[in-house]
């Protein structure tokens, strides 16, 4: 139920309250400056506890702390998230990919990538490549792991010109 409504019907019922405890008679000045006052009494009763919720609401949206005597607002914000080392740009230059890791593939969308075994052989660099650029190739000798070369180059590793 909203609070306004349950005020109207708290004056409602000190009103008939009112009347009921009295006999019947005609209403005078003196009782009708009663029933004022109460309907003022209710009415400033009614909106001291709207304006408590209201604040209790605002409270809740903004917490202040006291630091160093100084208040602190508190917004919430989001939380800051690290970025996982893998996604982070290479600071300097990276090793580069040797050429006769390079093979040429059909199928897909992808025409060149490294293979997997071959750089764990000749790159000694080859557990920081990217997990992004991973993927599966089908070759003669069952399925091998690969690295797409477009997305290596896109995160900044070269291939060897031997």
Do not use: W
Not at 20 to 28: E, G, M, N, V
Not at 85 to 104: D, K, M, N, S, W
């Amino acid at each position: 139920m909203s609070r306004k409504f349950i005020a109207a019907v708290l004056a409602i019922s000190t009103t008939l309250a009112t009347f009921s405890a009295a006999p019947a008679r005609a209403a005078s000045e003196e009782d009708i400056a009663k029933i004022l006052g109460a309907a003022a009494t209710i009415f400033i009763l009614g909106k001291a506890i709207e304006n408590s919720r209201n604040r209790d609401n605002d409270a809740k949206k903004k917490r202040t702390t006291v630091h160093h005597n100084k208040p602190v607002i508190h917004h919430y914000r989001p939380i800051p998230k690290v970025e996982p080392r893998h996604t982070r740009p290479h600071q300097g230059r990276l090793a580069a990919i040797p050429q006769r890791c390079v093979r040429r593939i059909t199928g897909g969308n992808v025409r060149r990538v490294a293979m997997g075994p071959c750089l764990n052989r000749h790159y000694s660099s080859a557990k920081p490549l990217p997990r992004a650029c991973r993927m599966t190739v089908a070759t003669q000798r069952g399925e091998r792991r690969a690295y797409a070369l477009p997305c290596l180059r896109q995160r900044g590793y070269t291939i060897a010109r031997n």
